[in-house]
């Protein structure tokens, strides 16, 4: 199985790497070196095992509420109509982290800007690290490094994707042991064009297999879906669009017979979500074997939807989507089944009996309308559509469903803008009708085809939003498609353009005067 394969990975890495890994920062330019720990990235098969490392930062990429209580997911989604937190009496304050995502209110010394730049530098030093060792090794002809720097250095220009994405602006650094003078902002066209060449340079040394061994690693189609995503954001990161280039990218990956869609949309995010032959690049969760915390329906149900269905824990009561998000769906779309709305029952049983109760004495009834950030009784605890996109996990109170950061669904969507932008309507209807396998993204959804009349830039980013709900896309696609800074229910007013980027945190400008501030902060 794919993901036992995962699993003994994984488990090669040693504690003494991870407590290694852990102890560094790029921004912690004066930790020493001890010499009995760095002694372990010596040998081919050291290094090997240590680059798992690399792989486990990225479970903080998917992970709500640990690992960082506003991480990067939550700055691409809670920034953006498709995920709110409101207030529930004194549940979900969190010195008003989500309040600041909600209503574009974060400063640079907000929890969430901290956590997010953590993230990201904290994965581009761990890998930094192998990619000096695999550098240091003595000669041995038995021994081709190559592959591994490829996936290395392909890996790091994921996170500086990130770091392009949310601050623009930022430090380019590619080794560890620096001087502050040499972490300097760099401008964004700059990190563009580094993250591009990274990708370009490593992608032919890069595996082309899609099996258990590459499952979760940086291969060929992870670096052309990437490109992809680059390619269709250019114009917002530097000013010049770049869609044949996008086309091109996607077209590597849809040409290349190792994806296709699958005919039921939920099998991408079912418990052993390993098999959708849909997934181009995942993040794997498993719990019981030490694998991360990926807690979805921890976040997002309510304190008493264990008994709803048949789980050994209830939810937090956190996480959820409103009205005017659920608007985008048509009732007869089957992707809209995603969210819990209306009466909930004891064991899914439709009857007078099996009701079900808040904490509150309340019907415990998920209301999508929300009117006040602060939410206000009787609604405290039962306001907002649930998310049951992942499926959910009976035992415990973490998740097993790995995170699919790219799919083809994706990749179809990206080309189809692409062409659209590019002056070609007609390809881009072909392209999104297609079938690719025997269904096309509306026929899986229960929905005839896109039509000609749907065809425009708000009807792409719904249908987006419609395919790709709470999968770490959505910030993106409004900047792009020009609706991020929009008034929306509840309390969130026209935000300025400058809160299109975060801000570079103030603790790490305290640390490093070389580091600027993005305009507007």
Not at 67 to 92: K, L
């Amino acid at each position: 199985m794919k993901r036992e394969i995962v699993h003994q990975s994984v488990k090669r890495l040693t504690t003494v790497v991870f407590l290694f890994c852990l102890a560094f920062s790029c921004t912690d330019l004066d930790v020493p070196v001890y010499d009995k720990v760095s002694n372990f990235w010596t040998t081919p098969k050291q290094i090997e095992q240590g680059a798992a490392q690399a792989y486990v930062k990225l479970r903080s990429y998917a992970t709500t509420g640990f690992g960082g209580v506003a991480n990067v997911y939550n700055m691409h989604e809670a920034s953006t109509d498709e995920i709110i937190v409101p207030v529930r009496g004194i549940d979900w304050v969190d010195i008003s982290i989500w309040e600041h995502l909600w209503k574009h209110t974060w400063t640079p010394t907000s929890l969430c800007v901290q956590d997010g730049w953590q993230f990201i530098f904290n994965g581009v030093d761990a890998i930094n690290l192998i990619i000096e060792s695999l550098e240091n090794l003595p000669p041995d002809n038995s021994y081709d490094a190559g592959p591994l720097l490829a996936e290395m250095q392909t890996l790091r220009a994921f996170y500086y994707y990130q770091a392009l994405d949310l601050f623009g602006n930022v430090p380019i650094v590619e080794k560890r042991n620096v001087t502050a003078a040499e972490v300097f902002t760099r401008p964004r066209q700059e990190v563009f064009t580094y993250v591009e060449d990274q990708l370009e340079q490593n992608l032919p040394a890069l595996s082309q297999d899609v099996n258990g061994v590459t499952y979760g690693r940086a291969t060929q189609w992870f670096a052309y879906a990437l490109l992809a995503k680059l390619y269709l954001n250019a114009a917002v990161y530097t000013g010049t669009p770049r869609w044949v280039d996008c086309i091109s990218a996607c077209d590597a990956i849809l040409n290349s017979g190792k994806y296709v869609l699958e005919d039921d949309f939920f099998k991408n995010f079912t418990i052993n979500n390993e098999d959708s032959r849909e997934n181009i690049f995942a993040i794997p969760f498993d719990f019981n074997a030490g694998m991360g915390l990926f807690m979805m329906q921890l976040f997002t149900l309510h304190y008493n939807s264990g008994a709803t269905f048949g789980l050994q824990v209830g939810g937090a009561n956190g996480l959820c989507s409103t009205a005017e998000y659920l608007s985008i769906f048509s009732d007869n779309d089957l992707r809209k089944k995603m969210f819990l709305v209306g009466q909930q029952y004891v064991d899914q049983i439709e009857d007078v009996d099996h009701l079900q109760y808040d904490n509150l004495g309340n019907l415990l009834i998920f209301d999508p309308v929300i009117t006040s950030f602060h939410v206000q009784p009787p609604k405290i605890e039962t306001a907002g559509a649930r998310c049951a996109k992942w499926e959910f996990n009976k035992v415990g109170w973490n998740m097993n469903n790995d995170f699919a950061v790219y799919r083809l669904a994706d990749i179809v969507l990206m080309k189809a803008e692409a062409q659209f932008m590019n002056g070609d309507k007609a390809g881009a209807l072909a392209t999104i009708n297609k079938k690719y396998n025997s269904v096309s993204i509306r026929s899986r959804a229960g929905l005839p085809d896109f039509s000609q009349a749907e065809l425009t830039l708000d009807g792409i980013l719904a249908e987006r939003a419609r395919e790709l709900a709470w999968e770490g896309h959505r910030r993106n696609d409004m900047i792009r498609l020009g609706h991020f800074t929009d008034p929306r229910i509840p309390e969130k007013a026209q935000s300025q353009d400058f809160r299109k980027l975060f801000p570079i945190p103030q603790a790490e400008r305290d640390k490093n005067k070389y580091l600027e501030q993005n305009p507007g902060y």
